[in-house]
């Protein structure tokens, strides 16, 4: 079955940087990925979807890059910010049961 | 606004013991999954279905069950509660087709003594 993995575990920046998250999948059919934030103490939430070969979508400061010829898949908060400081997974679904990453906790420090 | 609802929030158990994990969802979706969280692992997917009556085996089946009686209710079963199930347990539910995203209820914190 499908195999995600997502490095790195823990990542510190500062205000102002960027930070990169990225994920590897195994599964040649995986074709729909998703990235969700959770806050400490919270659910899941949303942050994009993608799909396609190679894709790059933006969203409120960051951008998730998708490219299934290496089957990566990565997350760039381009300027972060301390709201940022929470815990992100990617998901890969290929099969209507998604499989997640283990996850990267970021801080980001004033 | 549809949401996704799981009980209790909080379960102390005793090893041994049974254990009833409730999620409820007014999203009208077809698919309903449980997933437990632990450092190191992310979500781990345990058992899921697509439609009431309908359950499936997920990646880590072994010691739980799922019953899904309506499409609303979902419910994950620890028939022999093990201090090895201490986590924290996410219920979702998606639209039928992989291209849906996933809504996630609060999360259960279940600790087995």
């Known amino acids: 079955g499908e195999q995600v993995e997502q490095r790195p575990p823990h990542l510190s920046v500062r205000e102002g940087d960027s930070a990169v998250i990225t994920c590897t999948y195994t599964d040649p059919n995986s074709y729909y990925f998703f990235w969700y934030k959770q806050e400490p103490g919270a659910s899941l939430q949303l942050l994009m979807k993608?799909?396609?070969?190679?894709e790059i979508n933006e969203g409120q400061g960051f951008t998730v890059l998708l490219n299934k010829k290496d089957k990566r898949l990565s997350l760039n908060l381009t300027a972060a910010h301390p709201g940022d400081s929470a815990a992100y997974f990617c998901a890969s679904n290929n099969n209507n049961a998604p499989r997640f990453g283990a996850g990267t906790k970021l801080s980001v420090k004033p | 606004e549809a949401a996704v609802t799981q009980s209790p929030r909080n379960k102390v158990a005793v090893t041994g013991g049974k254990v009833t994990l409730s999620c409820n969802q007014t999203n009208n979706h077809n698919n309903m999954y449980w997933y437990r969280q632990d450092t190191g692992h992310g979500l781990r997917l345990i058992h899921y279905?697509?439609?009431?009556?309908?359950?499936e085996k997920g990646d880590i089946p072994d010691g739980y069950k799922a019953s899904r009686p309506s499409q609303e209710n979902f419910s994950l079963i620890l028939e022999l509660a093990t201090p090895s199930q201490t986590s924290v347990y996410f219920c979702?539910?998606?639209?039928?087709?992989?291209?849906?995203?996933?809504?996630f209820g609060p999360g259960t914190r279940l600790t087995v003594l």
């Open positions: 979702a539910s998606g639209v039928l087709g992989v291209s849906y995203e996933q809504y």
């Open positions: 993608v799909f396609s070969s190679t």
């Open positions: 279905s697509y439609g009431a009556g309908s359950t």
